[in-house]
């Protein structure tokens, strides 16, 4: 299961960054980047969901991002970082199956790969701060 939502997670962040530079429409930049993808249509399912989604609600997460951010104007987060984030949260709120904790290192993983050195421990602290009520009730159950 990890393993067909970690390509659907890259498909989204580049098919979201692509509709960002370009200007082309999300759903056609999500269609088409699950097409090369070559993901299973389960995988493709996922990638539409969260694309879909978290590009619906960018403007409320960048506001939320922005409060958690201490002294950064969220225009001055990097599109990548930015991506990264909706993504997360937009997975925290609307996927139960997926742990908070899952949402959030899948993040920081892409993190690492796609954005620049410092960007993990940056998301991973937006994160933890948005997502703390929900950290704390997983936190509960689990025990």
Same mark, same amino acid.
């Given at each position: ?10 498909? $989204? ?8 530079? +370009?200007?082309?429409? $999300?759903?056609? +930049?999500?269609?088409?980047? $699950? ?54 949260? +937009? ?21 690492? $790969? ?23 009730? +997983? ?5």
């Amino acid at each position: 299961m990890t393993h067909f939502r970690r390509k659907a997670r890259e498909a $989204v962040l580049q098919a979201v960054y692509w509709a960002m530079s +370009t200007d082309d429409p $999300v759903s056609q +930049t999500l269609q088409t980047m $699950v097409l090369r993808s070559e993901l299973s249509q389960e995988a493709s399912d996922y990638a539409m969901s969260i694309g879909k989604a978290m590009w619906a609600n960018r403007g409320q997460l960048d506001e939320e991002i922005g409060r958690a951010a201490e002294n950064w104007d969220v225009s001055r987060i990097s599109r990548i970082d930015r991506i990264l984030m909706w993504m997360a949260l +937009t997975e925290i709120r609307s996927v139960e199956d997926v742990p908070v904790r899952v949402s959030i290192d899948e993040a920081i993983e892409l993190a690492k $790969v796609y954005s620049v050195e410092k960007a993990p421990g940056f998301i991973n602290g937006i994160l933890d701060r948005l997502a703390s009520p929900d950290l704390e009730g +997983t936190q509960a159950e689990g025990t």
